[in-house]
């Protein structure tokens, strides 16, 4: 704000509380739950499926912690792998006139510093890199929560570095990673792309 002092020392903010949804609002009536399903009960809209997805992720290596939103990361391994995370979906909430074609974007990310900005150059700034694709084709069976609508591509950082790619096709990631893996074959798959295919 204008006028206000600055000060020489950098604060860190304390670790976020874990909320369970009947914390209330102070002079309001209404509680955390409220404000959940008013911005958070629509699975299928884009920023959520990719919330959504990173949580799969997370629990199938078992992470522990909420997500850190300014992470050049998605989720940290206990076995300390750095894990991006992106999602994408042939249906969507607006109106279509056919499938998405299923096409992953950022791949290369300048990361970010509270106290120097962002980097000059973007980078591939994990050591895996997972494509969660939900798999249904109609609304009627559309279903988030179905673990069994979810496949993964699993792919190590340096096969995407040397192709150079910021952005992949479905088509150009089937060549490069093979076949997808179920979220039950996921946390083995992202555990040998860590260690080089091994």
Not at 35 to 51: I, K, P, Q, T
Not at 103 to 130: H, Q
Request: no cysteine; hydrophobic share 40%; proline share 6%.
């Amino acid at each position: 704000m204008r006028g206000m002092p600055i000060d020489k020392e950098w604060k860190t903010a304390p670790p976020a509380e874990s909320l369970f949804g009947s914390e209330r609002f102070t002079g309001l009536d209404a509680n955390v739950l409220d404000f959940w399903r008013f911005a958070m009960s629509d699975l299928r809209v884009n920023n959520l499926r990719g919330y959504l997805a990173e949580f799969l992720v997370a629990r199938a290596v078992g992470a522990s912690g909420p997500r850190v939103e300014w992470d050049a990361y998605d989720v940290l391994a206990p076995d300390g792998t750095t894990i991006e995370v992106k999602s994408s979906a042939y249906l969507q909430v607006w109106e279509q006139r056919r499938p998405t074609a299923i096409t992953f974007r950022g791949l290369k990310a300048r990361p970010w510093n509270p106290r120097t900005g962002y980097a000059d150059e973007a980078t591939y700034n994990s050591d895996v890199y997972v494509f969660a694709i939900q798999t249904a084709t109609t609304h009627e069976t559309y279903d988030p929560l179905d673990i069994a609508q979810w496949e993964f591509y699993v792919v190590p950082r340096d096969s995407l570095a040397v192709l150079g790619f910021k952005t992949i096709r479905l088509s150009t990631l089937s060549m490069l990673a093979g076949e997808p893996v179920s979220y039950r074959a996921l946390a083995d798959a992202i555990r040998r792309s860590a260690k080089g295919g091994e």
